[in-house]
Nanobody, 130 residues
Framework: EVQVVESGGDLVQAGGSLRLSCATSGLNFDDYAIGWFRQAPGKEREGVSCISRRRDGDGTTYYGDSVKGRFTISSDSAKNTVDLQMNELQPEDTAVYYC????????????????????WGRGTRVTVSS
């Protein structure tokens, strides 16, 4: 059974940084795309960043426009984790952040644009104060 569990959410001031972690089990990183998504109060869930592997074995990453240049996604296959380093946080980044996993090959941007995953975590809350 595939499971994902998020951690690392907190209250932080604008301009600060946080590192979220998604602990996975029951999956092989070579066969899955892992995405970070977020849902702000009163808004729909949106894709933030994702990581996946192409057939040639190279990893690929993708970022939503609102976080490009500020957030960095990375994976550690030895620890089975996918982290999201978030820098220069702004109040508009306030949301519950979810990790999602889906069996996937190739570019993962589609899972962000369509907000899809086969397995979702329960989320971790990030609050950015101004």
């Amino acid at each position: 059974e595939v499971q994902v569990v998020e951690s690392g959410g907190d209250l932080v001031q604008a301009g600060g940084s946080l590192r979220l972690s998604c602990a996975t089990s029951g999956l092989n990183f070579d066969d899955y795309a892992i995405g970070w998504f977020r849902q702000a109060p009163g808004k729909e869930r949106e894709g933030v960043s994702c990581i996946s592997r192409r057939r040639d074995g190279d990893g690929t990453t993708y970022y939503g426009d609102s976080v490009k240049g500020r957030f960095t996604i990375s994976s550690d296959s030895a620890k089975n984790t996918v982290d999201l380093q978030m820098n220069e946080l702004q109040p508009e980044d306030t949301a519950v952040y979810y990790c999602g996993a889906i069996k996937w090959e190739g570019q993962c941007m589609t899972i962000l644009s369509m907000v899809i995953a086969e397995t979702w975590g329960r989320g971790t809350r990030v609050t950015v104060s101004s």
